[in-house]
C-alpha cells in the first residue's frame, strides 16, 4: 500500500529564509503526490501535485516541489518565506487518480520575524 | 462561488449521545467525502459519494458511524454513540465527477466528547 512520510513535525524558519519540507513516498507503482496547506480553523486547500508530468511542479504563493524517483522523494521548497505561510503543510500520495489520497502526519511551518 | 459549508464548526457532548454533522458541498460537484483528522494526525477517508451512492465505505466504522447523501447534494455523518475516542475534526470535502478532479475542503467540524 502506498503511504507517505514528512519528516519534521515543527519547522521554524526566519522570515525571508528558504522553505523545505520533506516528503518521502512509499509506492509500488508511480504515484500521484500532491501537497496541502491548512491554515488555522480552515479546510485545505490544494498548493500542487505531480501527475507524472514535469518533475519539478510549480504551484501556489511561489511554492513549488521537485520529484524525485531515486529518492522517492517530493520536498516542498520555497525561497523565500513569509510570515502568512505559517500553517500545516500536508503531503499525500495516490493511486490512479486523485479520489484515495493517503496523508502524511503534517508539517507545522513557524515563520518568525 | 461559495466552498463547502459544514456546521456545526464545534461540538461539545458528553460520551454515549448521539451527534451529527451536516456538509453542503460545492454547487455541481457530484462526489463528496468525509475525513476524520485526528490531532497531529493527516486526514483519513471514511467513506466517498458519487451522487446518492457510497462508492467507498471501507473506512467507516459501521458499528457507530452513519452517513448519508438523500438527494446528491447535501449530507450527514452521524455517530451514535459518541465514545472518547472519536474527539477530532470531521472534514468533508467534494469534487467534480471523475478520478482526476481536485478535492474542495470545508473547514471541519471540532469535535470534543467529554
Known amino acids: 500500500a502506498q503511504s507517505v512520510t514528512q519528516l519534521g513535525s515543527h519547522v521554524s524558519v526566519s522570515e525571508g529564509a528558504l522553505v523545505l519540507l520533506r516528503c518521502n513516498y512509499s509506492?509500488?507503482?508511480?504515484?500521484?503526490l500532491f501537497w496541502y496547506v491548512q491554515y488555522p480553523n480552515q479546510g485545505l486547500q490544494l498548493l500542487l501535485k505531480y501527475t507524472s508530468a514535469a518533475t519539478l511542479v510549480k504551484g501556489i504563493n511561489g511554492f513549488e516541489a521537485e520529484f524525485k524517483k531515486s529518492e522517492t522523494s517530493f520536498h516542498l521548497t520555497k525561497p523565500s518565506a513569509h510570515m502568512s505561510d505559517a500553517a500545516e503543510y500536508f503531503c499525500?500520495?495516490?493511486?490512479?487518480?486523485?479520489?484515495?489520497?493517503?496523508f502524511g502526519t503534517g508539517t507545522r511551518l513557524l515563520v518568525s520575524p | 462561488e461559495a466552498g463547502v459549508v459544514q456546521s456545526p464548526r464545534y461540538k461539545i457532548i458528553e460520551k454515549k449521545q448521539p451527534v451529527a454533522f451536516w456538509c453542503n458541498p460545492i454547487?455541481?460537484?457530484?462526489?463528496l467525502y468525509w475525513y476524520l483528522q485526528n490531532l497531529g494526525q493527516g486526514p483519513e477517508l471514511l467513506i466517498r459519494?458519487?451522487?446518492?451512492?457510497?462508492?467507498?465505505d471501507s473506512q467507516l466504522p459501521k458499528d457507530r458511524f452513519s452517513a448519508e447523501r438523500l438527494k446528491g447534494v447535501d449530507s450527514t455523518l452521524k455517530i451514535q454513540p459518541a465514545e472518547l475516542g472519536d474527539s477530532a475534526v470531521y472534514l468533508c470535502a467534494s469534487s467534480l465527477a471523475g478520478p482526476y478532479n481536485e478535492q474542495f475542503f470545508g473547514p471541519g467540524t471540532r469535535l470534543t466528547v467529554l
Open positions: 454547487s455541481g460537484h457530484n462526489t
Open positions: 459519494y458519487e451522487n446518492e451512492e457510497a462508492v467507498d
Open positions: 509506492s509500488s507503482v508511480p504515484p500521484y
Open positions: 499525500a500520495v495516490s493511486l490512479g487518480g486523485f479520489q484515495k489520497l493517503v
